[in-house]
Structures are given as C-alpha cells and as structure tokens.
C-alpha cells in the first residue's frame, strides 16, 4: 500500500510516501522547515506559519512523489494531520489532502500528530520495530505525556505536564541564554559542555555529574519538574519561573552565569524528571516496552539516560532516528496505514482541530 502524507500543524510542511508491505518503507519525507523566518520572532508566529504551509505544499507534494519514482495514481492512501496544532497551519494541509483526495478518486485518513509521532517508532525497520501494548512518551515543544499505547490505533493518556511543555521550557530558558530559536538542540550542545566542566569527565559525564561540586552548589540549584505525588504528571512551569529568577538575580548583581554549568542543571533536572515519571510508569505497566518520540527525543541526555531506564527495567526502548523525532510527515503515513486498516477513514466534512483529543485512561 502507497500512502501519500502530509503534514502542517505547526512550522514545518512536510509530505512523505511510505510504503506499508509487511513493515514500512520511507520513500521520500520532505521537510519543508520554517524555523528561519521564525527564529526573526523567537518562537513561531501563526499566521506567518499558515501562509508559509500555503506556499510550500504543492512544490513539497511534487517533490515526495518524484523522490519515490511514484505519481498519484500510484497512491492508495492520501493521510493528513488533523489535530493537535495550530488551526490556521493545520487548516493547510487539510485542505490540500481533501482536495487531491476528492479530485482522484482516492481515500483519505485523518491522524491525530501525536499518535503520528509516536508511530515513528514503527519506523525503525526490521529488529527495531515497536509492537503495542508499550508505554510511550512524547516529548515535543507542544507536548510532555506519557501514553499507555494498547494498539496501534487506541493508546490513553497516563501522565501528563500540568502546564509548559519540556520543549517550549528549553527553547524559552535558551533563548534567555542566547541559544537561537528553537533553543533545543544548542541547549543540548551546551549542556554537554556544562556537565563535562562540572564533573572533568568526556565520557562519563552525566553518571558522575550528581556529585559533581556544580551540582551541589545551592546558589544555582534548580527544582524538580516531577510532581511528588505518586502520579505520572509533570509541572515545567516551576523549573522554567526558577531558571528565570536565578537568571535575574544574577543579572541584579551584576554577576555573569556560567551558561555551560546552568544549562546542564537545568537539562538534568528535565531528564531525571522525564527518567523517573517512566520509571513509575513501566513499574506499573510490568513487561511493557519505551517508545519516545517527538522533538525532544532527539536530546543526546535523554536518550543516553532512558536507554538505562529501559535496561534496569529489562525492556527494549525504541527511539526514532534523529530526522523522523521532529515533525515529519512519514510518521502521519505510519499512523496512516493503521488507522486505515481499522476502517477509520476521513469524509468529505473533515475539519482540523486545535485540541489534543487522546483521553485519560481509566483506571
Ligand atoms: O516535535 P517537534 O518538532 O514539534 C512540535 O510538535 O512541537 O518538537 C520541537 C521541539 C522544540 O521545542 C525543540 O527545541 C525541541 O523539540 N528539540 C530539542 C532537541 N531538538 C529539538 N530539545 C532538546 N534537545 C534536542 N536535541
Ligand atoms: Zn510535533
């Protein structure tokens, strides 16, 4: 089955072939990205995102399907984001994939972005495919929550942040630092240099950093994103308002932080949060195996960090590869070839939705 995908929820337009054939097949995945227009702004700024999706569509839609060697009578499946995101970006490709749909004859799915991200892990081809029933985390600059995936269409809500996202807190407290929007992968970058001053170490950086002298320093000290609650829930918003205030103080005193060292406490105060909210999850969920996906799970200290979790915890873990965690319309043909084989197919009355729609599961 040859499924044409799309994807338009916040700045990227990207459109995709995948093949599903007893496992996927990624053909072509073009990126169209926008965080250069954006970066002008420091975050992303809606209306210029929609015309922008607007401009790029067509062309990244002939470019998907020349870079497979496929033109669209060669397509099955026609798949589109329509929710979560931004409703004018969304709006975009919604349009265009209803309207290539009707115009040739050809069935059209609707998915949902974050069950696409976290189809990515179906991506990894063979030996590194995840199977549900499994716990996921998407980590994006929209989203921080742990899923309990139960199928490949039906997955619930176990744990979530209470307010800010752990992407948006990075790129927020980086730009404060002077890493250009989005703040992601320099403030990783950073961070690696922050713990290899703190602990002396190139290799073994993160293990020794909790005893590290930086770390121990209360001047800098930096408070947990994980509730203490028995849940499975996070709140960045504590993290990110105390980053804020440290940064300010110092300011005041005329005093200059150390970004290296602040950014790798802030980045492990994330990280051992996210580790220990999974930790309780596959406590809870015995013999269930780790997905993450989304922007964030292309952060070197996460993934280094929850390869140990998963391992004490004698699970596999799936991460995608660095180029399908950020958005991507490949993941959205993934989820695609699911939803379609379950009969869930979109009409003609298709619209986009800003809200995150995936419930809570019931316990
Ligand atoms: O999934 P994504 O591309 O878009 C959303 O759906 O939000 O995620 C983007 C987020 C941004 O906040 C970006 O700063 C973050 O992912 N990101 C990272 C890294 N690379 C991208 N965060 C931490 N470490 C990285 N290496
Ligand atoms: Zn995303």
Do not use: W
Request: with cysteine.
């Amino acid at each position: 089955m040859n499924i044409l995908a799309f994807e338009s929820s916040c700045d990227e337009t990207s459109a995709a072939v995948v093949v599903a054939n007893r496992g996927f097949k990624v053909k072509s995945n073009i990126i169209a990205s926008q965080v250069d227009t954006h970066r002008l702004y420091g975050g992303v700024v809606p209306e210029i995102a929609s015309r922008a999706h607007t401009e790029a569509i067509s062309r990244i839609t002939y470019e998907a399907l020349d870079e497979a060697g496929m033109t669209l009578s060669d397509i099955d499946v026609i798949a589109v984001t329509a929710n979560p995101g931004l409703i004018g970006a969304l709006l975009v490709a919604v349009n265009f994939a209803k309207a290539l749909a009707a115009a040739n004859n050809i069935p059209l799915v609707a998915v949902d972005h974050i069950k696409g991200h976290i189809a990515s892990c179906y991506l990894g081809g063979k030996g590194n495919v995840a199977k549900p029933p499994f716990i996921a985390l998407a980590a994006s600059g929209g989203h921080t929550a742990i899923y309990h995936v139960v199928s490949h269409t039906e997955l619930y809500v176990i744990g979530t942040t209470r307010d800010d996202a752990i992407g948006e807190s990075f790129d927020k407290i980086g730009r404060m630092i002077g890493i250009p929007y989005p703040a992601g992968r320099g403030f990783d970058a950073l961070s690696k240099e922050g713990f290899i001053k703190a602990t002396g170490d190139s290799e073994n950086f993160y293990e020794k950093y909790k005893k590290s002298a930086a770390y121990k320093d209360k001047e800098t000290y930096l408070p947990s994103p994980a509730l203490n609650d028995g849940s499975l829930d996070f709140s960045f918003s504590g993290l990110k308002t105390a980053a804020i205030n440290l940064l300010h103080r110092y300011e005041q005193l005329g005093k200059e932080i150390d970004r290296p060292l602040f950014a790798a406490r802030y980045t492990y105060e994330a990280v051992e949060a996210v580790a220990k909210k999974l930790s309780l999850a596959l406590d809870k969920y015995p013999g269930h195996d780790l997905c993450i996906a989304g922007g964030v799970a292309a952060n070197s200290h996460l993934r280094n960090r929850l390869r140990a979790v998963a391992e004490e915890h004698g699970v596999n873990l799936y991460i995608p590869s660095l180029d399908l965690c950020g958005d991507n319309a490949a993941m959205i043909g993934a989820q695609a070839y699911y939803e379609y084989k379950k009969g869930n197919l979109a009409d003609s009355t298709l619209n986009a939705s800003a809200l995150d729609k995936i419930e809570a599961e019931r316990t």
